[in-house]
């Protein structure tokens, strides 16, 4: 008798290597927050706890040498996931279509959602305080699981319903675009910075 793991859910999982690079990205964050007026005002709309410059900035590389390092690396791991997942490639490439910077205040979150229109999704964690919240990533087939009962309290985390990764500076995590995954409360009184960032497929 056998049973056979089908139809896997793959998280890719690396670090940025150079401290000098988390510390000019934090920088460089702090830059954006201080100057990004529209981001801000977008921000205080919308309710988000803390800064983002998803809906006001497209052009991170070009405004800091950090985030253009943090974009070539994005682009080689990027690449090496792609093969993790056995995609065939012929023809096509990744190309990194959004950058944006997160500074989570206390009790800031961000609830669950997917990212359309992109094949990987990732954030890189820059300054994380003791408190930050976990990434929560939902097991994608939970809609369809009917009258299946809930997983048991000695489960492998491939059983899970869903999964919590607590983030540490320097940890870059990438996921495939359609996997559902929300940031958990701050629970610290300290910000936790990040960088997030979308691929989409494109003819090479």
């Known amino acids: 008798m056998a049973t056979r793991l089908l139809f896997p859910t793959r998280l890719y999982e690396t670090r940025i290597g150079d401290p000098s690079l988390i510390s000019g990205l934090e920088d460089a964050i702090w830059m954006l927050e201080d ?24 052009d991170l590389p070009e405004r800091a040498t950090a985030f253009a390092e943090l974009k070539a690396l994005l682009d080689d791991e990027a690449v090496a996931f792609a093969a ?53 990533l939902e097991d994608p087939r939970l809609p369809m699981m009917q009258a299946a009962p809930p997983a048991n309290a000695c489960a492998g ?8 990764v607590p983030p540490s500076p320097g940890l870059i995590l990438m996921w495939e675009s ?19 960032f979308n691929y989409a497929l494109e003819s090479a």
């Not at 979150?109 to 929560?136: F, K, Q």
């Not at 359609?178 to 997030?196: A, C, G, I």
Request: proline share 4%; net charge negative; charged share 25%.
């Open 35 to 58: 100057g990004d007026e529209a981001g801000r005002a977008w921000c205080e709309r919308e309710g988000y706890d803390g800064y983002t410059s998803y809906a006001s900035l497209d």
């Open 157 to 164: 985390e491939d059983q899970k319903r869903f999964v919590y």
């Open 84 to 136: 993790d997942l056995g995609w065939d490639m012929s023809g096509r490439q990744l190309n990194l279509d959004s950058l944006w910077v997160n500074v989570l205040g206390e009790g800031g979150t961000h609830s669950g959602h997917i990212h359309p229109n992109s094949v990987i999704s990732g954030t890189a964690y820059i300054s994380i305080p003791n408190g930050a919240g976990a990434l929560r």
């Open 178 to 196: 359609w996997l559902r995954h929300e940031v958990m409360p701050n629970r610290s009184e300290d910000p936790r910075l990040s960088v997030s």
